[in-house]
């Protein structure tokens, strides 16, 4: 699935500390990229004018002909997205102040292109999907995994939102009534169990060393053979393993794929999670090499995003 390779999308992934943005052509290349810091303080109207000064001076650094050729603005961010309207209907503290933000309006009233928002998980598996380790699958599930766990779900090539836009929010399954506490107020989330934080605050409820260590650490030793760090890592894969036989049992996807910081471990995390997946779902069909890792790394989301845009706003003729 192309669209015509001098066409482009401009695809901005919002996150906690950056706005990772890209000019994205037709065939899903991203031609251009650029980082911008996101404030950290001034809650949602910090956020919105860096992401409406963050158009402004790309397009400012495009040549007439590129902007000529841009079909749209495709933005990933966390929190339930309003497909329909393009307002922020909820977001975790992670991004403070942002739930009820108007995102779409906002950057159509001041730049005059078409835009889209959607979730952050989401974006990044439709860009798996589009040019990454989805291609040629119509039903998949992309984990993202770093500070927290997001996802995305693709059922016969379209995502799963669902009524409020809040469809496919994996990390805030319950994976341990009465659990640990989650950000987004629930016990129990896989997301406090399965990300770098979690891993983070599992050494510290360990014990085992002073100061605790950071998630990177930990897979460092773990991969050194730290048998306390392995077992913490251990404990992480067979999280995710019971999260994945549920998400195989609702969807059963041909692909699941990982992707976010935690991938960059995958040589010595993921043999873990297929085997923990294999001996738990056993013998009922689903082959446990369809388990990958994601292929976009970091710009996954804003690939998504501007892949979004172009299936919205796009040639009507893919080539």
């Known amino acids: 699935m192309q669209y015509p390779v001098d066409t482009y999308a401009l695809g901005l992934d919002l996150g906690g500390t950056k706005i990772f943005a890209g000019l994205v052509d037709g065939t899903g290349k991203v031609r251009q990229q650029w980082r911008i810091s996101t404030p950290t303080g001034g809650g949602g109207p910090a956020i919105l004018k860096a992401l409406v000064e963050a158009v402004g001076t790309i397009l400012g650094n495009l040549s007439q ?49 078409p835009v889209m928002a959607d979730n952050d998980g989401n974006c990044a598996a439709y860009g798996e ?16 995994i770093g500070t927290g766990l997001g996802g995305g779900i693709l059922v016969d090539g379209k995502l799963v939102r669902g ?29 406090s169990y399965v990300s770098g934080t979690a891993l983070a605050k599992a050494a510290e409820r360990a014990g085992h060393w002073d100061p605790s260590p950071s998630s990177h650490m930990i897979f460092e030793w773990a991969r050194a053979g ?9 404990d992480m894969a067979r999280h995710l393993a019971v999260g994945i036989v549920t998400i195989i049992n609702f969807v059963d996807p041909e692909r699941i794929i990982v992707g976010g910081g935690v991938s960059s471990q995958g040589d010595l995390f993921m ?10 779902y056993g013998a009922r069909g689903w082959d446990v090499r369809n388990l990958v890792l994601a292929e976009l790394g970091e710009g996954a989301g804003m690939i998504g995003a501007a892949g979004q845009a172009f299936a919205r706003f796009g040639a009507l003729q893919r080539v």
């Not at 902007?67 to 495709?74: A, P, T």
């Not at 999907?129 to 993202?144: H, I, P």
């Not at 048998?227 to 251990?234: D, H, K, N, P, Q």
């Open 163 to 191: 009524a409020r836009s809040g469809g496919a929010e994996i990390g805030h399954t319950i994976l341990v009534p009465s659990g640990y506490a989650c950000n987004c107020g629930q016990l129990g989330c896989i997301e």
């Open 271 to 280: 043999p873990m999670v297929r085997e923990y997946v294999a001996e738990l």
């Open 226 to 234: 730290d048998e306390r760090a392995l077992g913490l890592v251990r």
């Open 65 to 113: 002909e590129e902007r000529d050729r841009l079909v749209g603005v495709g933005v990933s961010s966390a929190g339930h997205i309003n497909q329909a309207t393009g307002v922020v209907e909820y977001c975790t503290p992670n991004l403070p102040g942002w739930t009820g933000t108007h995102v779409t309006e906002a950057l159509t009233q001041v730049h005059r292109l």
């Open 129 to 144: 999907y589009w040019v990454g380790a989805g291609r040629g699958v119509e039903n998949l599930v992309a984990l993202t």
